[in-house]
């Protein structure tokens, strides 16, 4: 059994939630619940009041690549 970490996804004003399957440095890879498209600007909450700013890279199904803006610590 696999447990993902639950986060919060913005974009522009609207809030989701979404699992964080694979994340590393640059990136991350992330299970969604609504319709993302290449392209769009978003920011990922791992923790509360700790945004996170990236560009969606692909879209496939329910999942979606994002690439983060500068590099984080993970």
Same mark, same amino acid.
């Given at each position: 059994m696999t447990?993902?970490r639950?986060?919060?996804?913005?974009i522009? /004003?609207?809030?989701e939630?979404?699992l %964080?399957?694979?994340i590393?440095a640059?990136?991350?890879? *992330?299970? !969604?619940?609504?319709?993302?498209?290449e392209?769009?600007?978003?920011?990922? /909450?791992?923790?509360c009041?700790h945004p %996170?700013a990236?560009?969606?890279?692909?879209?496939?199904? *329910?999942? !979606?690549?994002?690439?983060?803006?500068?590099?984080?610590?993970?």
């Amino acid at each position: 059994m696999t447990l993902y970490r639950v986060g919060s996804l913005s974009i522009g /004003e609207r809030r989701e939630l979404c699992l %964080i399957k694979n994340i590393s440095a640059g990136g991350m890879m *992330v299970r !969604v619940y609504c319709t993302i498209a290449e392209q769009t600007r978003v920011q990922v /909450e791992l923790k509360c009041g700790h945004p %996170i700013a990236g560009t969606v890279t692909w879209a496939r199904d *329910v999942h !979606v690549g994002i690439r983060f803006d500068d590099p984080i610590d993970v």
